[in-house]
Structures are given as C-alpha cells and as structure tokens.
C-alpha cells in the first residue's frame, strides 16, 4: 500500500502484506476466541492448533521426512551455536567448520567453548567471496559433524549445492537463518537445520530447529534445559512458555508460501529478482560492483559497493527519499546491502533497479 515503504533490512525484515493484513483482522479476537493470541495460554487448545497446523505446514513445505522433529525455540540462531556442540559431541570431541562469512566464524568461536573444533576452510583472506569446491576439503574423518552457514547474510555468499560429510557419522549441519524456504532443500542431506525466523518467516524470537530424531538425547551433562533438544522435542516446543506470537505469525507465512505455490514457486520468484538486480550491477560498467564469485551470490542478500565510495551515503539517503529504506551495507563491510528475502516483491526489486540507474547516468 501507498504507506509503506520497501524495506531492504536483513532482518528482522519484510513481510507479506498479506500476512501482516490478516494479523492485524486476527489481533484483537482470534477466530471467535475472544482473546488475541498473545494472550492465550500455550497449553490450550487453541494454541496447540497454532503450532500444530504451523509444523504441519512446514514439514509440507520442505516435505520434511517423519524421521525428522521439527522444534520451535528462543535465543535465535546465536544460541544454537551453542547447542549444537553441546547436542552433538562430547567435550573432547572435534567438528569441522566451512567459514565463508562472519556468521560462520561466529558458530565456530561459539563451539570452541564445548568442544574441539576446526576451521577446515576460510574464505576471511578472500573477504568472504568465494565457496569452496569440496573436493579439496580437508575433512577430518573423526568431526563430530561438518557445520557451515548456508547463507552468509552478511557476505552475500550462499551455498548452492552441500558437501558430502565424510566425518563418522556423516553428519552436515547448516545455520539457513538467512535462506530458509526460500528454495526447496533435501533435509535427508542434514543432520540439523537451523534457522532464526526473522528474515523469510517471522518476526524474531522465534528459532526452528530441523533435527533427525536419532541425533537427539546425547546432549553433554552441562547442557543447560533450554538448550537441551530432547527435553523440547518429548515436549513438543511447549517445555516452558514458547514464543507464541512468534510462532503464529510463522504458521501464517508458511500458509501463504503454500498459497504461492510452495518452494519451487517461490525460487523461481527469488531468481527473478536476484537476476534482475545483480544484472543491473554487473551492467553498469563498473559504476556499481559485486565482489562475490557470481557462481555463489546469494539470491537473499546482495552487497554492493559504489566505483565512486563517497557517493554512497548520497545512494542510501536518496533511495530512504523514495521509499527504499536500509539500503546500507553491515557496519562491518560498508557499501550498501540489498536483502530481498520472500516477502520482497519484485515492485520493490524493479523500483531499486530503476533508481540505480538513474543515479548512475546523474553522477556517472
Ligand atoms: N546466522 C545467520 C546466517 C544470521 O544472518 C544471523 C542474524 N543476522 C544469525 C546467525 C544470528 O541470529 P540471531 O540474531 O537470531 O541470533
């Protein structure tokens, strides 16, 4: 509507029109309820249909095998760099680690506190460009796990194909926070899948965690309750009082995912504004670049620096003018960062196009 504004932010970020519309006519009386759902206790059954029907509609999305628990949980994506070691190896044990990006570095700093891991390949010499090709990978028979972040939100780099884990257990582990349902994905592939909602599929304070049920209740005796997998996955994500606002907002995204078409549907949207947007890039003869290996850009988040540098604060203020706001790169790499996750409708892509290029042909 004529209101709002496009909002590039990488999250939390965007959201459905639809679905934020349908919110607000549920806010204040839920379905006849006479309550709103933020005042609802957790254990009735009106909640319980929430979380039950959200589940539900995830695991059609990803067509998510039985063997797999899906869990609903708090602390973001941040936490699970601590529960995931403590989940899944004992204290003396090791894991690999891909970093392709700070998110990357972060788990595996987070890990070193509950076990012995290894980054078996950096791409920091590389300012975080580049994937590496998996053959070379130097993996360590005895890892735990192989852990990579699927989607560098910051870097713009994005895995589009895994690699094979070749540690005992055969175990991958991905932090999709930054790329979850915005494609279809093989969660066979996966030991666990984890994800903070705040970018494709809700607000923040929600985390989903996609684990194969044989991974759960091996967690390490320190393992504090809410970072225990077992203890939330014989509780159905309703051991304690769970985000449930968060949580319906959630089902109410994945509802309309489904409208769309499912995943499939949905890639194919974010190709088109991925390909848009890094064509005007990779045509403005170098007025705008992208540093990242085209093979591996992201279709989420897409940096972008000025050939002129001290143009870009003018880019970021003229574009907030009309209405396309949190245009500026993370604090840690500059330039600017367009995040066009789902709910980015291609208006919003072909209006940024539009703006660059007349930007470019005023201070060409
Ligand atoms: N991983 C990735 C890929 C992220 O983009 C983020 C947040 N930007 C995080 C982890 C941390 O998530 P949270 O803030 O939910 O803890």
Redesign the pocket.
């Known amino acids: 509507s004529q209101d709002r504004v496009f909002n590039f932010a990488?999250?939390p970020a965007t959201l459905p029109e639809n679905v934020l519309l349908r919110a607000q006519s549920e806010l204040y009386n839920w379905r006849g309820s006479g309550m709103s759902v933020m005042e609802m206790s957790h254990r009735g059954k009106e909640f319980l249909s929430i979380i039950q029907k959200a589940e539900s509609d995830l695991r059609t999305l990803l067509a998510i095998p039985p063997e797999y628990s899906v869990l609903f949980l708090q602390?973001?994506?941040?936490?699970q760099?601590a529960a995931i070691p403590l989940n899944l190896v004992s204290s003396d044990d090791t894991a690999d680690y891909i970093v392709t990006?700070s998110?990357g570095d972060?788990?595996f700093k987070e890990a070193q506190k509950f076990c012995k891991p290894k980054v078996i390949w950096s791409g920091k010499s590389e300012k975080y460009t580049k994937i590496p090709s998996f053959h070379d990978l130097d993996q360590n028979p005895d890892a735990g796990f192989l852990h990579i972040?699927a989607?560098?939100?910051?870097h713009g780099v994005e895995f589009k194909d895994y690699p094979t884990p070749k540690n005992k257990n055969g175990i991958l582990i991905a932090?999709?926070?930054?790329n979850f349902c915005s494609k279809p994905v093989d969660v066979s592939k996966f030991g666990v899948i984890y994800a903070?909602a705040?970018?494709n599929v809700g607000p923040?304070g929600v985390?989903i965690v996609i684990i194969r049920k044989d991974l759960i209740g091996n967690a390490q005796g320190v393992t504090p309750v809410m970072l225990d997998y077992k203890i939330h996955d014989e509780n159905n994500s309703l051991y304690n009082t769970p985000p449930c606002y968060g949580i319906y907002m959630c089902g109410l995204v994945f509802e309309d995912l489904l409208e769309q078409g499912g995943l499939k549907e949905v890639e194919k949207k974010n190709k088109r504004k991925g390909e848009l947007l890094y064509n005007a890039i990779d045509e403005s003869n170098g007025f705008y670049r992208c540093p990242v290996d085209k093979s591996v850009r992201s279709l989420m988040n897409v940096p972008f620096t000025l050939e002129k540098s001290e143009l870009e604060a003018e880019f970021i203020k003229e574009a907030a003018k009309e209405k396309m706001v949190q245009l500026k790169g993370h604090r840690s790499v500059g330039g600017m960062r367009a995040s066009i996750y789902n709910a980015m409708p291609l208006a919003g892509v072909e209006k940024l196009v539009a703006f660059m290029k007349d930007f470019q042909a005023r201070h060409a």
Request: aromatic share 8%; with cysteine.
């Open positions: 990488a999250g602390g973001g994506a941040t936490t760099f990006g998110w972060k788990a972040c989607n560098e939100t910051i932090d999709m926070s930054s903070g705040q970018k923040s985390t």
